[in-house]
């Protein structure tokens, strides 16, 4: 069996029933997320062994959080204690005209103060094949920043292939340096990355002409993604493969969705989705990179790996909470071109 470590900060998830505004809500319903420990769950769902490595306070929030994750599967055993809290994120779903709002209550988390030499990389990739961080966790602080760099350079040295999910969150990045100072370091040790339109062109200053996704109204030529895929790959070396997410927002329940993955070669190209009503768009991609570490190490195959990438997030996209939790028969099955959404008897 494939074992996939990843690496990052889990949190609380407070989101306001149905779509309700936070001047609303008088209650809210509580669940766990996280990029890196969404990327877990839907390994582990999948049926490969997922090990999700954090900081976490050494309470009972903590330990509610840690048998979350366990009763998807996913290994917890190289996680370490320390620090004062686990971070909180509050979660406004929109829709229509109306966005959905997130507001970050994650200031001195765990694993902000995460330091060089507190986690035991040896045991945590022992047996590994695929390590796999985002740019979430350096933004987090300059300790994250250093461990995540020290986690790259041992599963390098350990021959485990690496990703990256590129993941540009500007309002994380306020502890004096920016992303485009600390995460070409970092990339430069993957394997494979990911991104969307927005990442690369923040983070390194590459971007796809005349495309603008704010005024897409959902429609996406794929093909304008390749020349990002190959300045990536000019960019980064070591990268083999390149995959890109492509959202087109036609308002905030209805999105297209599909993706491409490049190999310096060949752009494969996946069926684009039109999604008309979002259940929840959180997660959706981290549930494309669980699809496409998945399909990447089962298949062997990159269109179908891609395909099934696409499928498994467009699932997503119905699904409440940060995780994924569609089933790989049901993943195949749309791939496959079931979309009728029959009932199951």
Request: proline letters at 2%.
């Amino acid at each position: 069996m494939h074992k996939v470590v990843t690496f990052g900060e889990i949190m609380l998830r407070l989101s306001t029933p149905g779509h309700l505004r936070f001047s609303q809500a008088r209650q809210f319903d509580a669940t766990f997320g996280g990029g890196e420990a969404n990327v877990a769950v839907s390994l582990a769902n999948y049926g490969l062994e997922a090990e999700f490595v954090t900081r976490l306070p050494d309470n009972d929030i903590a330990a509610a959080c840690l048998r979350d994750l366990h009763s998807y599967g996913v290994g917890t055993g190289s996680c370490v204690f320390g620090g004062d809290r686990l971070g909180i994120y509050f979660l406004e779903t929109g829709a229509v005209a109306r966005g959905s709002k997130v507001v970050y209550d994650r200031a001195y988390s765990s694993i902000s103060t995460v330091k060089p030499g507190m986690i035991d990389w040896d045991r945590a990739f022992q047996g590994a094949d695929w390590f796999h961080w985002t740019g979430i966790t350096p933004a987090i602080s300059e300790g994250a920043a250093e461990v995540c760099m020290e986690a790259i350079e041992a599963a390098r040295s350990k021959g485990v292939f690496v990703s990256c999910d590129l993941n540009y969150r500007k309002n994380l990045w306020k502890y004096g340096k920016s992303a485009s100072e600390v995460m070409p370091a970092l990339v430069a040790g993957c394997d494979l990355i990911l991104g969307n339109e927005e990442d690369a062109e923040k983070e390194f200053g590459i971007k796809p002409e005349g495309f603008d996704a704010e005024h897409s109204d959902g429609e996406i030529d794929q093909t304008r993604f390749e020349s990002v895929c190959t300045q990536l790959m000019e960019r980064f070396p070591r990268c083999r493969k390149v995959a890109i997410t492509l959202r087109g927002s036609i308002n905030a329940s209805h999105n297209t969705w599909g993706g491409v993955l490049f190999d310096g070669r060949t752009l494969f190209q996946s069926r684009r989705y039109d999604i008309t009503h979002i259940v929840d768009r959180v997660g959706g991609g981290d549930s494309f990179m669980g699809g496409l570490i998945y399909g990447l190490l089962t298949y062997e195959d990159d269109q179908k790996a891609i395909d099934f990438a696409a499928a498994a997030s467009c699932l997503k996209h119905t699904i409440f909470g940060d995780y994924n939790q569609a089933t790989v028969k049901e993943v195949e099955s749309l791939m496959g071109g079931n979309s009728s959404g029959r009932v199951a008897r």
